[in-house]
């Protein structure tokens, strides 16, 4: 009897993990948009908080990405709720924020991606490519529709 008990947990468990939307997941040899993940010494380091208002607050202020450019992101999420940093174009984000409608509760280990509770400090370091638009967002349901979002276009060097 207990063996069937077993045999039914392990057939069952993988669903369960997924449906609560605890599991982590990587993004390993994945292609990303808007860039890679940074190596060497980053061009810039920008502190961002993460606040309740859903907005970002960059310092220095971020208004220019250029090609090639990595920069390192010293988030911290100043609030009382759970916040996420996400890098990525705009079909990126409505891919991602599907899943966090489904998952809302998903640990992250991406990449491009910071999940952080209240109080909590994180980097993530970026190197940008393409002609894409960026578009940083918290993706927990209804932040980014509440403003939670930051968006601006790669530009080439050349160009700055």
Not at 71 to 93: L, R, Y
């Amino acid at each position: 009897m207990k063996l069937k008990h077993y045999l039914i947990f392990m057939i069952f468990m993988p669903t369960f993990v997924m449906a609560t939307g605890t599991h982590k997941h990587s993004h390993d040899g994945e292609k990303f948009s808007v860039g890679e993940p940074g190596n060497g010494t980053p061009d810039r380091r920008i502190k961002v908080s993460m606040l309740d208002t859903m907005r970002f607050v960059f310092e220095p202020q971020l208004n220019t990405l250029r090609h090639g450019e990595i920069i390192e992101f010293v988030v911290t999420n100043d609030g009382v709720i759970q916040h996420e940093f996400s890098i990525g174009n705009a079909e990126d984000q409505v891919k991602h924020a599907e899943m966090m409608r489904k998952m809302p509760n998903m640990d992250h280990q991406d990449p491009n991606t910071v999940s952080l509770p209240a109080g909590e400090t994180a980097r993530l370091t970026w190197r940008f490519m393409g002609d894409d638009t960026v578009v940083f967002a918290c993706n927990i349901p209804g932040h980014f529709e509440a403003g939670m979002k930051h968006m601006l276009p790669i530009t080439s060097a050349a160009n700055n």
